[in-house]
Nanobody
Framework: QVQLAESGGGLVQAGGSLRLSCAASGRTSSLYAMAWFRQAPGKEREVVAYITWNAATYYGDSVKGRFTVSRDNAKNMAYLQMNSLKPEDTAVYYC????????????????WGQGTQVTVSS
């Protein structure tokens, strides 16, 4: 089993930055894909970004050029650096992980954190 815990959310003004962290514990070896999803009220959960064990990355169209995903395999950590934040980035952000190939939909991911709220004011 794997446990994930996000931190770093909060309230920020438009144009500001936040860095989210995801700490993985448990059977973390060979966790191939770690991803960030977000869900705003009344909307579907959507992929923000993912990063594979060997650092291949993917970004959703709405965050390209503004967000950067990274991971530290030695520390079992994943990060999401969010710059130039917009009010439409407001959502609960979730860290997710799986042993298999990375995916841009939520269903394939086996492990989820509890989520951290990000609120961007205009």
């Amino acid at each position: 089993q794997v446990q994930l815990a996000e931190s770093g959310g909060g309230l920020v003004q438009a144009g500001g930055s936040l860095r989210l962290s995801c700490a993985a514990s448990g059977r973390t070896s060979s966790l191939y894909a770690m991803a960030w999803f977000r869900q705003a009220p009344g909307k579907e959960r959507e992929v923000v970004a993912y990063i594979t064990w060997n650092a291949a990355t993917y970004y959703g169209d709405s965050v390209k050029g503004r967000f950067t995903v990274s991971r530290d395999n030695a520390k079992n950590m994943a990060y999401l650096q969010m710059n130039s934040l917009k009010p439409e980035d407001t959502a609960v952000y979730y860290c997710a992980a799986r042993y298999g190939a990375a995916a841009i939909t939520a269903n394939p991911y086996d492990y989820w954190g509890q989520g951290t709220q990000v609120t961007v004011s205009s």
